[in-house]
């Protein structure tokens, strides 16, 4: 079988790609097959496969429809902010060799442009966001193209420097708000922030902004995006905080490591010697952090669903983070390679 052309091109930059893409079969919607589902519930709406693609690899509404078309039910639309935010420059997505399983503690990896199944890659953007008069109407064109039994998921964040920081959050929910999105989600996990001060791990600051969004707008369910918690106290701690107020948790978001290239330079540049790591690589920890928050759920008698993101590239991994306690799977860099994903995962039920 000739390998699939990625639907985002790691060769060019991010503005190319929001403007061109999406590429390969998310180019070609004719050629989508329609697989039936019997539908089941996601915080309490009916959706055709608990099934999609988390923040970051569908830019615009171009690459949502794209994805609605070829079955991926639930579309997180790109993180987005109050203010335009440039991306870092080329290059952006390297694919990245770990020698086995890669640790939560900064290991170093080699990084080139040999993309080779089973795929782990960096992605070092630094989430770039266009401002909200261009994103707005975009992601209002994005949540009219869902078909019954789909969803977007509007992700944004707060930017620090911009006031206090959940004020900034309740504001970026507000926009979303505004864009008719059925579903809320706060990136708190941006491994561009720097690995160990990464603002989900600040549960004081987390429980402020969760409060504030909250009183923003609260009629839409909220998701926080998580990154991978070494020790289960500070899962306790977030779960004790805000583990009823929330609707949904997902994790992970990457590991973050150092990307080196063949002569052991920093492979993104000197001035971003960390990258965060998704695909294959990380799958070990989103299935473990999955299993952790499904015990908590269950002994601290909390109800917020559960999304299991993390190296999901064929069906028998779909299943595998259900074992463990998601009640949602999504996909970025195996769907990105295989956009067939979904129809596969559902031709597997």
């Given amino acids: 079988m000739k390998p699939l052309i990625p639907f985002y091109n790691p060769t060019i930059s991010y503005e190319d790609n929001y403007a061109q893409g999406p590429f390969g079969l998310f180019a070609q919607l004719d050629k989508a097959e329609k697989v039936d589902t019997k539908p089941s519930k996601f915080l309490n709406l009916d959706v055709n496969l608990p099934f999609g693609m988390p923040a970051g690899p ?3 509404a171009n690459y949502i429809k794209a994805a609605f078309a070829y079955g991926f039910d639930l579309c997180v639309y790109k993180t987005v902010r109050t203010k335009l935010q440039k991306c870092h420059p080329l290059p952006n997505v390297l694919s990245v060799h770990p020698k086995g399983r890669l640790s939560s ?40 193209s869902a078909s019954k039994g789909q969803y977007v998921i509007g992700s944004f964040q707060g930017t620090k420097g911009n006031g206090e920081i959940e004020k900034d959050y309740a504001l970026a929910a ?30 004081d600051k987390v429980e402020r902004i ?18 991978y918690f070494p020790d289960d106290e500070r899962i306790i701690s977030l779960l004790s905080r805000v583990g009823s107020i929330v609707d949904g948790l997902s994790a992970i978001n990457t590991l973050s490591a ?9 492979a993104l540049g000197e001035k971003r010697p960390e990258g965060g790591i998704c695909g ?9 952090m999955v299993s952790r928050l499904a015990k908590y759920r269950q002994k601290m008698d909390l109800k917020f669903t559960i999304i299991g993101v993390g190296g999901v590239s064929n069906s ?3 299943h595998q983070f259900l074992k463990c306690g998601a009640d949602a799977v999504m996909s970025a860099t195996g769907a990105m390679w295989n956009p067939l994903l979904a129809i596969e995962i559902k031709k597997s039920l």
Avoid at 280 to 288: F, P, T
Wanted: overall charge negative; hydrophobic content about 40%.
């Fill in 174 to 203: 507000k926009l979303v708000r505004e864009t008719n999105a059925p579903i809320l989600e706060a990136n708190l996990s941006c491994p561009n922030e720097g690995a160990s001060k990464l603002l989900c791990f600040d549960v």
């Fill in 105 to 144: 503690n900064l290991d170093t990896v080699l990084a080139d442009t040999n993309y080779d199944q089973p795929l782990s890659i960096t992605n070092s953007f630094g989430v770039p966001s266009f401002s909200p008069d261009v994103w707005q109407p975009d992601m209002e064109n994005a949540v009219k």
């Fill in 58 to 60: 569908l830019l615009n």
């Fill in 316 to 318: 028998e991994h779909y």
């Fill in 258 to 266: 150092k990307p080196v290239d063949a002569s052991g330079h920093p």
């Fill in 280 to 288: 294959e690589a990380i799958r070990w920890a989103g299935l473990d």
């Fill in 210 to 227: 969760v409060k504030e969004i909250k009183t923003a707008v609260p009629d839409r369910p909220l998701i926080l995006k998580l990154a």
